[in-house]
């Protein structure tokens, strides 16, 4: 049996929400299939100790600002869970779960999109997939012999390590809150690598100057003047309480990048070697956009030509969340909403005449 509708949305993560929001202001018929089989999107699934960067008033989906969180400036993932949670319900958004979609395709004038439980026709489709299913490891030199290697995906609390030797690897965010939370443990013995030298963004900055500066950017690539550098040129690292304080305690210490993984844990390229029981790797992620292969749409670097949201080469496809390449800091809470909205307008204009 197929399914008609005006939009299917894809994924129902915070991205898809604010999708969903705009759209339904927009008074067009739609529905949003979330391959998980509850609400929050990626937030259900990240390490215990994880925080916003930014205070609630800096990290809402269109439509609801995010409640507070009793004793907390910056709120818990347990909390954005429990915030998109209610924001659906709130907003009575059409998701159906759990539903994976397998396959986006061109059918007679609309887009057909297969999944494991039926298919559905549209005139359009927001892919809001996100990155996290998609975590990126590299190719490294050792690792047919090496033992446990992690993602950060795969992380959730230190005392899954105690007493063990580990190694992280990534100098960014991730990288850095899991080393630092590894700290807290006693009985662990944490080596951290990076790239290159640990970026900490001053301690005063947090999420709110990082969509600033992200969008800033945008703005400056839009009008052809001068790239601002936006979040990369403040740095690397969001110096939140427990970033900070195992820096200031010395206890943040980067080691260079090895080159290999050994049977029994990290060489470097002068022959000096640290034993490992497990390999973290913090390094980011992907973007997951496998359902969307039978449109041949990918181009350089895994990434859809768009032009703001909306695909170059498909009219009928926006995606939402994938970071800068969508939209200025669309991968955030804040960001989510403005890409949303304007995708939302161009889908409405193209039911209604035929082209966005």
């Known amino acids: 049996m197929t399914h008609t509708v005006d939009v299917v949305v894809i994924g129902g993560g915070q991205a898809g929400l604010a999708a969903g929001y705009h759209l339904r202001r927009q008074g067009v018929d739609f529905v949003i299939l979330d391959a998980q089989s509850t609400p929050g999107g990626a937030w259900q699934h990240t390490w215990d100790s994880l925080h916003l960067f930014s205070p609630v008033a800096f990290s809402s989906l269109p439509g609801w600002l995010m409640p507070t969180q009793s004793g907390e400036e910056y709120p818990d993932a347990g909390h954005v869970v429990e915030y998109l949670s209610q924001y659906e319900q709130r907003y009575q958004l059409p998701v159906q779960r759990p539903v994976r979609v397998r396959a986006v395709s061109r059918d007679s004038g609309r887009l057909r999109v297969k999944t494991d439980s039926g298919t559905w026709s549209a005139q359009a489709v927001v892919s809001a997939t996100g990155t996290w299913w998609r975590p990126f490891l590299p190719a490294v030199p050792g690792q047919e012999v090496s033992g ?60 709110r100057a990082l969509f600033d500066a992200a969008t800033a950017r945008r703005r400056a690539l839009d009008a052809g003047t001068s790239d601002t550098g936006g979040v990369a040129s403040l740095g690397d690292i969001v110096a939140l309480a427990p970033v900070r304080e195992a820096r200031d305690a010395g206890l943040l210490k980067a080691s260079p990048m090895f080159s290999r993984l050994t049977a029994d844990g990290v060489e470097w390229a002068d022959g000096w070697r640290a034993d490992a029981d497990a390999v973290i790797w913090c390094i980011g992620f992907r973007p ?69």
């Open 148 to 207: 446990r290697q992690l993602h950060t995906v795969n992380y959730r609390r230190p005392t899954d390590f105690t007493g063990h030797r580990v190694v992280v690897v990534g100098g960014g965010n991730s990288g850095a809150q899991v080393a630092a939370d590894l700290t807290t443990h006693p009985g662990i013995d944490l080596t951290w690598a990076t790239q290159r030298p640990p970026r900490f963004l001053a301690d005063d900055i947090d999420g």
């Open 288 to 356: 997951v956009l496998s359902h969307l292969a039978p449109l041949g749409l990918r181009a350089s670097r895994g990434h859809i030509p768009t032009v703001g949201t909306r695909a170059v080469d498909e009219p009928r496809l926006h995606l939402l969340g994938y970071g800068d390449w969508t939209g200025p800091a669309s991968a955030t809470l804040i960001g989510a909403g403005r890409p949303a909205r304007d995708a939302s307008r161009e889908i409405s204009m193209l039911l209604a005449n035929g082209t966005p």
